[in-house]
């Protein structure tokens, strides 16, 4: 089967993620699966630059390892470690978040050594995928939809400079629907999770052969667009505002590193629509920003510039905190 890794729990409590014996035909056909969309092989050296305990970061050492090739473990991320590993271990993979990326491009990174960069945890900043494509090659960057519990979707960078923004087509073996706004995707059996002594959580996230995170997304001729999930959808004067689409924006205002958008209580709007960010861009740049470029009930009522957004230890924004003003 597969090691139980637990959710992150930006949005609640984690919860332990697990299979059930699934027995000897299915756990190859689970490793076959993504061993045939890397096509790993001994020659690859993996970076690992996020924690084991995580699934991501755990997947990629392993599949690399089964497939004979090496992982290179730098510790705890830190930048510099990563730039000299680049020419110490010259790595032919690399999974990254976009925090990772954000840093790394602070530095004067050597020629890129990667056949393949694979990214997700997070949405992108368009300015740092395109830093991204440039530095690595667009031929070499592939980016995927997933969670812990599986996977949805792969996107190679080509396929994203066509879209920009689309996190790609489903998974080979996956369908994806749309219901309600919710994603849902059905997978192979091998795919099948259960939550840790949760089986009402359990129940709830699947449907026959189909499950769902909660995260809200679209589909435009196959490719999947996200919108957010469903607790961080904010709900401003009755209208639907998604984090998702006021981020988009922002991110491409000028001097804007990373931004977040959240929902606040308002006693006159039910929620009123705030966005942190990181950058040189002032507050004032930035709200001028979004009346330009977001229809009005979109735009941020509260705007604040920090050093550094939260993140936690799968580099993924602590929204739960930047809505309670809670300082990380």
Known sequence: GRPMHYTSGTTGRPKGVYTQGIGEALTEALWRDELDQWEFTQ???????????????????????????????????NAQAIAAALVD??????????SHLQRLFDLD?????????????????????????EWAGVDHVWEFYGSTEGQFTVCP??????????????????????????????TPEFARFDYWNDPVKTADAWDG??????????LEDGYLYLEGRREDLII????????AE??????????????????????????????????????????DWAKENLAAYKRPKEIERMDELPHNASGKVERLLLATGVKP
């Open 43 to 77: 020659a690859d050296v993996t970076l690992v630059h996020g924690p084991l305990c995580h699934a991501a970061p755990l997947r990629y050492a392993m599949l690399v390892l089964h497939a004979g090739g090496s992982a290179v473990l730098p510790g705890v991320f």
């Open 89 to 98: 271990h010259k790595p032919t993979h690399a999974f990254l978040v976009p």
């Open 109 to 133: 990174l050597p020629v890129s050594p990667y056949r393949l960069v694979t990214h997700a945890g997070a949405a992108i900043p368009p300015q740092v995928k395109r830093r991204l494509h």
């Open 157 to 186: 960078g080509v396929d994203w400079e066509e879209r920009p923004g689309t996190v790609g087509r489903a998974r080979p073996g996956r369908t994806l629907e749309i219901r309600d706004g919710v994603i849902w995707c059905h």
């Open 209 to 218: 052969d189909a499950f769902s995170v909660g995260d809200l997304g679209r």
């Open 236 to 243: 401003s004067g009755g209208v639907n505002v998604y984090p």
């Open 246 to 287: 006021v981020e988009a924006v922002i991110s491409e205002c000028p001097g804007v590193l990373e931004v977040a958008a959240f929902g606040r209580d308002d006693e006159r709007w039910g929620q009123r629509v705030c966005v942190a960010y990181s950058g040189s861009a002032t507050p004032q740049t930035v709200g």
